[in-house]
């Protein structure tokens, strides 16, 4: 088991509702004693306007406040047994038999000879590692590097309230990806989905793709292209995201001096 635990709801997300609800009632308050005060000043239709006010407000606002409370209850309660939960570390042996995995397809596709397989393990290492640094700049909470859910392996993982992002990193260097690679992605995320539905009641999954590149401007559009049409409604089982990030871009970024 790794510790890894998933960030717990922060205090406001648990207690803004009551805030809302303090508010309200500081509110309709705030109106009785204006009516109180100011009631020998008013005529009739003022006074009933007030009245109704009064009346109304409190209903409009229950309201309001129900539909927040259906809307936003699955994110309050999924993550209550968070600091318990426990995440799985990907093993060593699994984690070095993926990187030699896509790194020996690389070495195919640049016809690169099994000598120089050694820099092209360190490159791809530390595309990946740059690649997860740009999502964790962007991302509200920690992410959780090299987890298993269930029998399936990501390069990391993020929670925030109810939605599990599951995060693959690739290195593309032709501008396609094998229809193969993709149904490989989509079975780990439906058999996370499958383990959260357990181990995590009422999560929602979302598969985050990264594809870093090193291609020009005509062979970065078609690898777009043809990688979003792999993805349909009907072959697409949980929420995808997919992002193509520039490996020298994110070199000058986070490499470089």
Known sequence: MANNKA???SFFTQNYLILIIGLIVLLCATVGLALAFAAPNLDVFQKW?????????????????SWLILRHSNKLVVGVNDETLQWDMTSAEKQKRKLNNEVRELAKDLEIPTEQLSDLRSAYIVAEDLALRKVQSESKSPLMHKISIGNSDFDAVGIEDDLVTCIEVTFVVTSDVAQEKINLYMRKAVTAKSHLANTRKGSRVRLLLIFVTQLDEEALAELRSGVRKKFTPETTPVAVDIRFLDFLTLQKVYAED
């Open 49 to 65: 306007f007030l009245i109704l006010s009064l009346i109304v407000l409190p209903f409009f606002s229950i309201s309001i406040v």
């Open 7 to 9: 960030k717990a709801p």
